[in-house]
């Protein structure tokens, strides 16, 4: 059974220009979590998506977006890259709320 | 929102010994708890959950830990630590007041000594 899977593994960016990360759930899994951790900040909430419906949002500028697809694939989007948004971005689908999270490996962004 | 506290930035233990991870949470309603471990340039691995039913959770790896809701508390034990557990280890609560959003501690690094 395939894991979470995210693409690309690493990225280099620089300020103010904009990028996407994929991920690709488990099969079967419709709610997709995104993450951002950080040596400072930890791991931090970014949205939720369930059924292509953003159900929960943390607290970060509307320069991060998400969206579902039809087949629970997810994509997020930051633009206007800062240097402070170099992290690891974690994805995680699960099943349901009690079933804990399934985490991919994660996209390295670094912003230069 | 949830608040999640994990005593100890770092812990440093023998092989053979005891691995004790602490980990206290504020909450009005009983949450969802999780440990999750992650190794160097990798994602998060779900150790064990509680959700419902017995206190004592028992996961992979050899790894335990007991919802003590008095105490708000979930620690993480092993009885005797390996060389391979040497990771970041964190502490996570799902929040039902908040669509079950998963709040994490800050994380506690382990490293064993030969």
């Known amino acids: 059974k395939a894991g979470v899977t995210q693409t690309p593994r690493y990225l280099i960016k620089t300020r103010g220009q904009q990028v996407t990360l994929s991920c690709s759930p488990i099969?079967?899994?419709?709610?997709v979590s995104w993450y951002q951790q950080t040596p400072g900040q930890g791991l931090q909430f970014l949205f939720e998506?369930?059924?292509?419906?953003?159900?929960n949002k943390g607290n970060f500028p509307g320069r991060f977006s998400g969206r579902q697809f039809s087949n629970s694939r997810s994509e997020m989007n930051v633009s206007t890259l800062e240097l402070g948004d170099s992290a690891l971005y974690l994805c995680?689908?699960?099943?349901?709320?009690?079933?804990?999270?399934?985490f991919g490996s994660g996209t390295r962004l670094t912003v230069v | 929102a949830q608040s999640v506290t994990q005593l100890g930035s770092h812990v440093s233990v023998s092989e053979g010994a005891l691995v004790l991870l602490r980990c206290n949470y504020s909450?009005?309603?009983?949450?969802?708890l999780f440990w999750y471990v992650q190794y160097p340039n990798q994602g998060l691995q779900l150790l064990l959950k509680?959700?419902?039913?017995?206190?004592l959770v028992k996961g992979i790896n050899g790894f335990e830990a007991e919802f003590k809701k008095s105490e708000t508390s979930f620690h993480l034990t092993k009885p005797s630590a390996h060389m391979s557990d040497a990771a970041e280890y964190f502490c996570?609560?799902?929040?039902?007041?908040?669509?079950?959003?998963?709040?994490f501690g800050a994380g506690t690094t382990v490293t064993v000594r030969a």
């Open positions: 995680a689908s699960s099943l349901g709320q009690d079933k804990g999270y399934t």
């Open positions: 099969s079967g899994h419709r709610s």
């Open positions: 998506y369930f059924s292509e419906t953003q159900r």
């Open positions: 909450s009005s309603v009983p949450p969802y």
């Open positions: 509680y959700t419902t039913g017995a206190t």
């Open positions: 996570a609560v799902s929040d039902r007041s908040n669509d079950y959003t998963l709040s």
